[in-house]
């Protein structure tokens, strides 16, 4: 059973994507939102954008479709964010990576390498005489079903990424960028320029 089974009615999991300018301080403005709403937050990634100088956050959370609107619409009023925007899991693609640490002589022992492998989807990337590190990627309940694989074996440690996303039916904010360029070019890009203009640009 995974965790969309056993939501209350009405909630489903979202991805909210944000772009902004200037994360600096930024994060926990956003965490007092969700705070304030006592909507608890399950995954939380912050990385460059496919944009120089702008930043992606993504937020993945179990709420209700008229919730998840008002947060995005809260979001946005930030001073540094530039567009939010929010998904089911049918309109992205994502994955998560996750590292496993065994120790090396009970995998010697009780269980081929090359299997546990080839059956899970992982691979080791740090062999040594105490212990092997697995790595693999994929959705919550793949990364999931590989601790119980390893859990006989004497599972030492277990980390797990925040969740990535690429939206399916989006152009990009590049093409969106070079669209808005050419048809008010100016002078060299300013810090918060995109700001004063995000509803022109940065429209899907």
């Not at 989807?121 to 079903?145: L, P, Q, S, W």
Request: charged share 30%; no cysteine; hydrophobic share 40%.
């Amino acid at each position: 059973m995974s965790s969309q089974d056993i939501l209350p009615e009405g909630k489903q999991e979202f991805t909210i994507t944000v772009y902004t300018e200037n994360q600096i301080g930024l994060l926990n403005r956003i965490a007092i939102i969700f705070t304030r709403r006592k909507i608890n937050i399950d995954s939380l990634n912050t990385s460059p954008s496919e944009i120089d100088s702008i930043h992606r956050f993504t937020i993945v959370i179990n709420e209700t479709e008229d919730v998840v609107r008002k947060l995005a619409r809260q979001i946005e009023k930030q001073v540094e964010v530039l567009k939010v925007y929010f998904h089911t899991n049918t309109d992205i693609i994502w994955q998560e990576m996750a590292l496993y640490k065994v120790p090396a002589d009970m995998i010697a022992e009780k269980a081929p390498v090359e299997r546990l492998l080839r059956e899970n989807g992982a691979r080791a990337v740090v062999i040594r005489k105490d212990y092997i590190v697995f790595e693999t990627t994929g959705h919550r309940e793949e990364t999931e079903n590989l601790i119980k694989v390893l859990q006989p074996y004497g599972l030492i440690e277990f980390v797990r990424s925040a969740r990535i996303a690429i939206i399916k039916d989006s152009e990009g904010f590049n093409a969106k960028l070079r669209e808005f360029e050419q048809r008010e070019p100016g002078e060299e890009v300013s810090e918060n320029e995109y700001l004063n203009q995000r509803d022109k640009v940065f429209t899907m």
